[in-house]
């Protein structure tokens, strides 16, 4: 798989049909989260390997995984919705999944690695913490997405839960008018995107 046929690849999938607010349904857009995927699979990190997507949404981030020839794929989300369009969207792309309809807190199991876009925690304060609590948990290294403006917070709960930032890089977000309150048809958001280990 080239990083092009990557990117064809989850542009073709479905992305949210009614984002809910409270659980902050933003799709990670298919360019970025196939150039993010490409990186860590150039490292290494990704064929072969057991790779976890907490918050999966309709699931791009982990088909993206798979597709990059992760051994398995453990897709997580609370939304059964979600979890539905991120089956088809599986199928479409000819990988097997495997799916959790789950909050994120009652995860159970080990792994090599998380990618996740969690929610930011910008609609309800401290939805991103389990998230990052969690895949600290299950695997030694995680890539997470948040917001630049959480950063020093987000290192610090980091730290709290026994883990370390090695590194971080600001990409610009494309978000497109999804909720009603949205202005723009499309916004940029600065979002951060972490390498973790644990400590
Ligand atoms: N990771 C996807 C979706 C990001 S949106 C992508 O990159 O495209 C954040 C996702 O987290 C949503 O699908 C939402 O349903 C899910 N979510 C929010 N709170 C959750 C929780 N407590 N447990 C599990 N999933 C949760």
Redesign the pocket.
Known sequence: MKKKELQIKLQELE??VNP?AE??????PPDL?SSVLWNIYLNGEIEGKEVY?????????GIGAKLLGAEEVVC????KE?IDIARKNADKAGVEVKFKK????DVEGEGDLVI????FGSQKRG?DR??LEKSLEIAPVVYS?HMSETDEFVREYVRSCGGKVVSSEELNFPLSKTMPWHEKEEENIRVRFYRLERS
């Open positions: 992305g949210f809910k659980l902050e349904q933003y799709r990670t989260a997507d907490l918050g999966c949404g309709t699931g791009t981030l997580v989300d609370i939304d979600a789950t909050d994120v807190r996740q876009n969690p929610p939805s389990p998230f997405f």
